[in-house]
């Protein structure tokens, strides 16, 4: 299991911004899509979720508006805002070169 | 609109903070309970399910702190917590407290009120539409500081030639006597070319402006009423234009109003009239007695016009002789307005900034001995995980409440203090300026900000001492000795040393102006004020012969007032700052030449004049009744033109021609004494005295010496002269010892200010020295105890501490008189018969401080040599 403490710095808040930009989802919801989505490869604990999607609210980079869930209980969505959408791909394209300059580096001769 | 989001989100997190909670509580709970219902989906029984989501969930109070935390209210919570323990400990403390708030009151107090007084006079523009392009222009002689009045023959070039001007404007102000209901009213005009409102950049509130063709020469009888005027005599008519406007000789039609609150410089008129100049010949309504206003083109730079300028008069001067040598001044109008008051506003905000830095001083050293006081506590703090940060902010945080505490007080002391100022010192602060002066907006700013930067300044090195506790070491030893305490000791010397010498810096100054007031008080006049009372008279536009014939028959008619001892008139009246500047020429030269002596004033006086005045008649004769119109022309000179121009000493009998070339030669007849015309601070100048019975003016002021309280004549005195003529008014009553006084307010008032708040700084900084000998005692008492146990004299505990303290005294004397010395130019401006460096007056400060710091550092030196050796022991 990958602690988000491994994950790099900033990427929770990418994955996050990826996952919401599907549909409006709450907490509980947005952990179990990355770890559907990533193949069980990670799982985000709730320590390092809640403080980042307060801190991504904060930011203006998504919304959060309470509804009924699934299970009829009220719950916490989170949808992106237009902001939300340029830092997205700010983000997704700035990993993309990231991730691609690690493989450089790490791939076998 | 990203940004109103995130304060609408912080705001609501702080106010709402109990439902933003809530909804934290329940956004972690509905995570908790899926991960309970995803165990026992797993197979696991409801009990360990439970436990195990909660122990995966981690500290849930953690949680929300960490949320808290990215929401941003971390920091303004702890903010809150901090202000209310900060009240706390202060509320623990009232002593430190009350002496903390009233030094800082004391100190933002004194700056807010000599702010106030900054802002209004020199920081508030004029209340015109575009006021920083107004100036003003006066002629300058090449090589000389002073300025005179312009020219109209200057004026009507500049205004053909300039290109920097959208409107320029010639003025005089000679008084209107308007006829009222009850007799002759002597009101305030002024007369002006037609493009005065213009230059202002305002409009009359009814009717019109005047017309080119008014300012021509012609009678046109038109009157601009003002604002103020027009309410008192016609109530605030709006019907009143086209209605007349009697005057002594005829009337005026009324064509328009000026605006409320319009001030040409600093004079407020009744009423404007037309000033007809003559293109062909401006020269035919005067010389140099006119004041020019004017208004820059948008865009126009000061220097770009004076260079303009500059260029102009060196043209001018080629083309006319009465130009030779002269050039051009062109100022900024307010900066012009207030250039009397700035460099006393200046030495007086500077003052009150020291008083400000000495309280700041004083309480950095009490915060630090409060540090010292309060070290358990840190240090349980820091064990219990506090950091550094943590701690400087809370100390900070109580310097801030110290703080605006003490600029809460300051504003309410200001307050009175502005109001008290304002009254007593009756226009000697704000000249130049004639709105109310009040605590506005910007006052309030200034004040918090000050407070603002006093905490920090005062707080922070302190705060930043005090948090630096290792748990162990404060723990253990509760009482001083260690190497931060010395450290702390040699800071706190430092501070009280600073806070001598700036308060010395402070005594001299105070000492300085005490010492120009004692020499202006002391400075021989020439004359006696004493027992004089004084008024003017506009003669009006009657014929020469008439206006001689008028004021003999005054003088005759008031010598017989009872009480009245001898009546005389002077053109202008000495210490009112008016004088007639002209130069002389000598039998020979012919008219169109350059006088013969420059600066000369020329004054323009009746018979007796020197008498009622006092002022001797050292040689020949003084004028008399056989000098008339018809009569050959006589001069007197005073003392210094005698010497200056006939050095052998025999002016007597020699011709001149003074005021003008073209002035028939006239014979000196006397010498009288000098006599201080210009002010106090001004040596006497070379003057030519003409009589009014041979060259009469239109504008002149009657003098009477009367045997009882001059006062109380003006009246009979007054009546008297309504009885010559029912027409002629009067104005500015008042005794020659009240023109001394006001030329005397304004040192008065520097004196009495510096030495005030030089006598704040001397307490606050006795106080300082006080203070730290005094926590030098208490830390000691158990070292003292010991010594004295050991056989120690007690006049040597004594003398140990009095040398402690003498040595910051004299360490901070020696400061301060450095600095003082290198401050000598600084005020040099202000002073009057003391130099800067006058070794007495900083005798005098030092030894009035040492006094003071003697009483300060003997009381606790005589406590510690008091110290029970066996009361000192116990306590340990």
């Given amino acids: ?109 | 609109m990203r940004w109103t989001r995130k304060l609408r989100l912080r705001v609501r997190s702080l106010l709402r903070s109990s439902q933003v909670e809530e909804e934290l509580d329940e956004e972690l709970r509905y995570h908790r309970d899926h991960l309970v219902e995803d165990y026992v989906a797993a197979g696991m029984p409801p009990e360990d399910a439970r436990d195990a989501a909660l122990r995966e969930m981690g500290g849930i109070e953690q949680r929300k702190e960490e949320c808290r935390d990215a929401r941003g209210i971390a920091f303004l919570d702890s903010l809150r917590k901090d202000s209310t323990y900060a009240l706390r400990a202060l509320r623990k403390s009232p002593g430190f407290s009350f002496v903390a708030i009233l030094s800082l009151a004391l100190g933002i107090g004194a700056n807010t009120t000599i702010f106030t007084f900054v802002n209004a006079v020199l920081l508030r523009p004029l209340p015109y539409p575009g006021s920083d392009r107004l100036v003003v222009l006066r002629e300058q002689p090449l090589r000389s500081e002073g300025t005179v009045n312009v020219h109209p023959v200057n004026f009507v070039e500049w205004r053909a030639r300039a290109r920097a001007f959208e409107a320029l404007a010639l003025v005089q102000t000679p008084p209107l006597n308007v006829m009222g209901s009850n007799g002759a009213e002597q009101i305030a005009r002024i007369q002006t070319t037609s493009e005065l409102f213009r230059v202002f950049g305002v409009a009359p509130v009814l009717g019109r402006e005047f017309t080119e063709e008014e300012t021509r020469p012609g009678s046109h009888n038109v009157v601009i009423l003002g604002h103020g005027f027009w309410h008192r005599w016609f109530g605030g008519d709006p019907g009143v234009l086209g209605r007349s406007l009697a005057v002594s000789d005829g009337s005026l039609t009324i064509i328009g109003v000026a605006p409320a609150g319009l001030r040409i410089g600093v004079m407020e008129p009744d009423a404007y009239t037309p000033l007809p100049i003559n293109p062909a010949n401006p020269a035919e309504i005067g010389s140099r007695s006119f004041q020019c206003y004017g208004r820059l083109k948008p865009g126009m730079s000061l220097g770009a016009v004076k260079a303009e300028m500059t260029v102009i008069a060196s043209a001018l001067a080629r083309q006319y002789r009465l130009d030779e040598g002269m050039g051009v001044f062109v100022s900024g109008l307010h900066e012009y307005l207030v250039r009397e008051g700035r460099p006393a506003l200046r030495l007086l905000m500077a003052v009150v900034a020291t008083v400000l830095v000495i309280a700041c001083v004083n309480l950095a050293g009490l915060l630090m001995a409060r540090g010292i006081a309060r070290r358990g506590e840190f240090a349980l703090r820091t064990s219990l995980g506090a950091s550094r940060s943590r701690l400087v902010r809370q100390l900070v945080i109580e310097s801030l409440v110290l703080s605006m505490f003490g600029g809460a007080a300051g504003v309410a002391l200001a307050y009175v203090t502005t109001r008290a100022l304002v009254v007593l010192t009756a226009g000697a602060l704000t000249a130049g300026t004639t709105d109310p002066i009040g605590l506005d907006a910007t006052c309030l700013f200034f004040t918090l900000a000050v407070s603002s930067v006093t905490a920090l300044a005062f707080g922070l090195v302190p705060a930043w001492q005090a948090s630096h506790v290792e748990p162990q070491m404060a723990l253990r030893e509760r009482t001083g000795g260690g190497t931060a305490d010395r450290r702390q000791h040699r800071m706190r010397s430092m501070l009280v040393v600073t806070e001598i010498a700036l308060a010395v810096v402070l005594l001299v100054s105070a000492g300085l102006l005490l010492r120009t007031f004692s020499s202006l008080v002391r400075v021989n006049l020439g004359f006696q004020p004493a027992g004089t009372v004084t008024m003017g008279l506009f003669l009006g536009l009657r014929p020469p012969e008439a206006r001689v014939a008028l004021i003999n028959q005054i003088l005759e008619r008031v010598e017989v007032v009872p009480g009245v001892e001898a009546a005389s008139t002077i053109q202008f009246l000495p210490l009112t700052g008016m004088n007639c500047g002209s130069g002389f020429w000598l039998e020979g030269q012919t008219a169109g030449d350059a006088p013969a002596g420059q600066p000369t004033d020329c004054s323009l006086v009746s018979r007796g004049y020197f008498a009622v005045m006092r002022i001797p008649v050292l040689e020949g004769r003084a004028f008399d009744g056989r000098d008339r119109i018809d009569t050959s022309r006589v001069l007197m000179v005073n003392e210094s033109f005698a010497r200056r121009y006939f050095p052998d000493g025999r002016a007597l009998g020699r011709r001149i021609r003074a005021h003008s070339s073209k002035e028939p030669l006239a014979e000196i007849i006397g010498v009288v004494g000098d006599v201080r015309h210009n002010g106090l601070t001004s040596e006497p100048v070379p003057t030519v005295f003409q009589l009014h019975a041979q060259r009469p003016g239109y504008i002149t002021n009657l003098v009477v010496r009367t045997t009882g309280d001059p006062s109380t004549q003006a009246a009979a005195i007054r009546r008297a002269i309504q009885e010559v003529d029912r027409t002629q008014a009067v104005s500015g009553v008042k005794t020659m010892e009240q023109y001394l006084g006001d030329a005397l307010s304004r040192p008065r008032l520097y004196a009495t200010l510096v030495t005030c708040f030089a006598v704040m700084a001397v307490m606050l900084a006795a106080v300082g020295v006080y203070g730290l000998l005094a926590y030098v005692v208490t830390q000691r008492t158990h070292e003292i105890g010991i010594r004295l146990a050991l056989g120690a004299a007690r006049g040597r505990v004594f003398l140990d501490l009095f040398g402690q303290g003498a040595r910051l005294v004299i360490a901070g004397l020696v400061v301060g008189v450095l600095v003082a010395l290198g401050l000598r130019g600084v005020a040099s401006t202000l002073l009057f018969g003391v130099t800067a460096g006058d070794p007495l007056t900083y005798l005098m400060a030092a030894a009035v401080f040492s006094a003071v710091a003697c009483a300060a550092v003997t009381i606790p030196a005589r406590r510690a040599s008091l110290v029970e050796p066996i009361n000192a022991l116990r306590y340990e």
Avoid: F
């Fill in chain 1, 1 to 109: 299991m990958s602690k988000p403490t491994d994950l790099v710095q900033g990427t929770l808040d990418l994955l996050i911004l990826r996952v919401v930009a599907l549909e409006p989802m709450h907490g509980w919801a947005i952990a179990q899509r990355i770890r559907q989505m990533s193949n069980e490869q990670l799982r985000v604990g709730q320590s390092a979720l809640y403080p980042a999607l307060h801190k991504l609210e904060q930011q203006g980079w998504i919304e959060a508006e309470w509804a009924p869930s699934e299970n009829n209980r009220r719950a916490k969505y989170y949808t992106l805002t237009s902001a939300g959408r340029k830092a997205l791909k700010v983000e997704a394209a700035q990993w993309e070169r990231l991730s691609a300059a690690i493989s450089l580096v790490v791939k076998p001769v």
